[in-house]
Structure formats: structure tokens, C-alpha cells
């Protein structure tokens, strides 16, 4: 007999309920993230990208308890956001049921988070959720996933760019990667964990204050909250909330030196101060985890050859370490499908190179072999700012 979490008992109350308070409310804007599922769970059953099963590349994770007793456990939206679609259905399904919500980053981009294989639902299209409200319990697509396919229940879970989740490819694509469907889609865990933690503090009107940042982060990651408003330090500075002007100094050092957000890095080792134009208004710094940095290679391998439009595809299964003669890099590379210009029939299969600095490690660096001049380019550098790219 399927195990059922007691809190699904009742989930047409817990629906009710959840209708009724966020009819006609707007979701708060997403800042930080959290996991999907409680703390003894894993995505090792189903990694992002894995190429194990069916020769096919998995576009999301599959989330698993340790004990494989999951059937019926909590799953939780992981950020603030509203239900845009959702699929109710009681056959068996390689989607079952699903919930798919929009997040709207503090920069106003938008990205959806996707929840299948549920059991129970406790949210309809047009709720507005927040983050860790449970959304609804694993299961294992009506009955779909199980001993006959060497299943069982999971969370299926993915972070797209958008919410086109009906079309193919769904859940999988073949081989090689095609760049263009892999830049739909993030690495789950990669997306959350650099987005775990949160540092704010209060800015005091027409003074500096000064703030270190707990770690390394992004200055894509910082952002300005007043009142029941959110936005990009520059909106702020356009609205008069804050000064363009940011200072910093080496920790231990006694010089304040000027720059401007777009010239900022957030480094541990460094001190920054910032100065409001009035009252009310607070810093926030999103703060990585920093757990994932073959996954980062990966993504920003896939990037930078999305942007060269000699490569058409990649190999994210050949991704490996390897040494060089720089102890401050962790090096990484990863095979991708290269279309000569002058014979659109040749294709060459070539490496391309990646070196995270391990003491900053949002500092990065690619390189590629160009089979045209038959040398390695030169290394081209991420900017924190590209945590995303």
C-alpha cells in the first residue's frame, strides 16, 4: 500500500485555504531560493544533464529521499512566485501531475519552476505562493514510475527560462546537446544554491555604512528594498534612494577608494560602504553557496559556445579535470561540436577549456582550440556579474 502523508488528508481544505488568501494578490518578487524538498533528500537519482538514461540528456533533477519511502512527502515552491499552469490527471503519465510557477527576479526577469510526478496538489492556477509553502506531495505520476521501469515515486523538478513545458522536448533531449534547447533550462541545484543565503543592512540616510560580505558574491546578486519595494541598486540610484557612488577598502587597509556598481566585485576580503538619500532604505546581497563549481563550468561552457555561432551542440557527459601550471585555477574542460564555416558538412568535435580562480571563485576564465588557426584562443574572463550568463 502507497505510504500518504498525513497533511494530504485534508488538501481540499489546505486548497480552500490557499485560494482564498491569495485571490487577487501579486507575488512578491523572488530573492532568495530554497530546495524543493525537505533536508534528507538527494537529486543523485536523476542529476541535471545526466546522459544515463535512454541515451537521453535529463533537462531537470529527480529528487529522491535516501530510504526510497517518498511517496506523499512535502514538496515546496522554492521562491516567491504564482501558479501559471498546472496539470490535474488520475492516469498514468510520464508527467502526471505537474505544477509550474513564475518567479519574478528583482530585475524583472522571469523564470518557472516545475514540479511533476506529484501526488497531491494544494495550489490551482493563479495562486500566489511563497517561498517554502508547500505546494503539493511526491508521487510517482499515477502509477507510472514503479518496479515495471526500475522507478518509483520522485520529484521531477527543473528551472526553465520559460514555461513551455508541454512541448518537446519534455523532461529529456537526445544527443549531442543541442545549445539552443540547453539554454532553456538551468541547473537546478546551481540556480538555488547561489541563491541560499541573504545579507542586508539598514542604510543610514545621508551617512555611509559599511558592509563585508559574508562571502564571495555577485554584484548581480545586490539589490535595494524600501518599503514594500524591490529593485536593482541602479533603479534605486535613478530614484534618488542611494548614491551612484559606492566606496571600498582591503580589509586591514585605511583608503577608501570610489567606484560605481558596475565596477564593484563583493569579495570577503573586501569592505564596501554605501550611502542613502533617505530613510528606509536597505542593502541586500544574496549570497552563494558556492557547492557546484563543475556544474558552473559546465554552464558557462555552454554559454560561451551558444554565443560562437560555429558550435551548434556539446557534450556536457565529457566534462573533466584536468592540470595545469597555475595553482590559483581549478581547471575543467568539456567536448563540444564545432561546424566549420567554409564546409557546413564538417563537423569537429574540440575542447573547450575552463579555469575557476579557487579563492574567488566567481572569477572564471574559457578557452577553446580553434580548428581553423589550429592554437588555443586566449583566455576570455567572466565578470562576477555573469553569474547567469
Not at 22 to 35: L, N, Y
Not at 153 to 182: C, M
Request: with cysteine; net charge negative; glycine share 6%.
Amino acid at each position: 500500500m502507497k505510504k500518504r502523508n498525513a497533511r494530504s488528508v485534508c488538501w481540499l481544505c489546505s486548497l480552500l485555504v490557499s485560494v482564498s488568501m491569495t485571490s487577487g494578490q501579486m507575488a512578491a518578487p523572488a530573492t532568495t531560493f530554497s530546495w524543493p524538498v525537505d533536508s534528507n533528500y538527494h537529486s543523485d537519482f536523476g542529476p541535471f544533464l545526466n546522459f544515463g538514461n535512454f541515451q537521453k540528456y535529463h533537462l531537470g533533477e529527480d529528487w529522491n529521499a535516501t530510504d526510497g519511502q517518498d511517496f506523499g512527502e512535502p514538496v515546496y515552491a522554492v521562491a516567491n512566485g504564482k501558479v501559471v499552469d498546472l496539470q490535474n490527471i488520475n492516469q498514468p503519465d510520464p508527467w502526471g501531475k505537474v505544477i509550474v510557477i513564475e518567479h519574478i527576479l528583482f530585475n524583472g526577469q522571469k523564470l518557472y519552476s516545475l514540479y511533476a510526478h506529484l501526488e497531491d496538489l494544494y495550489v490551482v492556477k493563479g495562486t500566489v505562493v511563497a517561498i517554502g509553502e508547500q505546494i503539493g506531495t511526491i508521487g510517482d505520476a499515477n502509477g507510472y514510475y514503479g518496479p515495471q521501469n526500475n522507478s518509483g515515486p520522485h520529484l521531477h523538478f527543473e528551472i526553465r527560462n520559460d514555461p513551455r513545458w508541454r512541448d518537446a522536448p519534455q523532461g529529456y533531449t537526445r544527443s549531442p546537446l543541442d545549445l539552443k534547447v540547453a539554454r532553456r533550462f538551468k541547473n537546478p541545484s546551481l540556480f538555488i544554491d547561489d541563491r541560499i543565503g541573504l545579507q542586508s543592512v539598514p542604510l543610514a540616510a545621508g551617512n555611509w555604512t559599511a558592509i563585508n560580505p559574508k562571502v564571495n558574491s555577485s554584484s548581480a546578486l545586490l539589490f535595494i528594498t524600501s518599503g514594500q519595494r524591490t529593485m536593482t541598486y541602479n533603479q534605486a540610484v535613478a530614484e534618488k534612494l542611494v548614491d551612484a557612488k559606492i566606496q571600498y577598502r582591503w580589509l586591514g587597509d585605511w583608503t577608501w577608494k570610489n567606484l560605481v556598481i558596475t565596477e564593484m566585485n563583493c569579495f570577503s576580503t573586501t569592505e564596501y560602504r554605501f550611502r542613502a538619500k533617505k530613510s528606509g532604505v536597505t542593502l541586500n546581497l544574496i549570497l552563494p553557496g558556492h557547492n557546484f563549481q563543475a556544474a558552473r563550468a559546465v554552464q558557462d561552457i555552454i554559454w560561451f559556445a551558444s554565443i560562437n555561432p560555429n558550435f551548434h551542440s556539446c557534450q556536457p557527459e565529457t566534462i573533466e579535470s584536468f592540470s595545469a601550471n597555475d595553482e590559483r585555477f581549478d581547471f575543467r574542460q568539456l567536448t563540444c561540436d564545432y561546424q566549420h564555416p567554409h564546409h557546413n558538412t564538417t563537423t569537429t568535435a574540440i575542447p573547450v577549456r575552463h579555469a575557476t580562480n579557487w579563492k574567488y571563485p566567481l572569477f572564471r576564465f574559457i578557452s577553446y582550440y580553434d580548428p581553423e588557426t589550429e592554437v588555443w584562443s586566449e583566455w576570455l574572463e567572466l565578470a562576477p556579474g555573469q553569474l547567469d550568463p
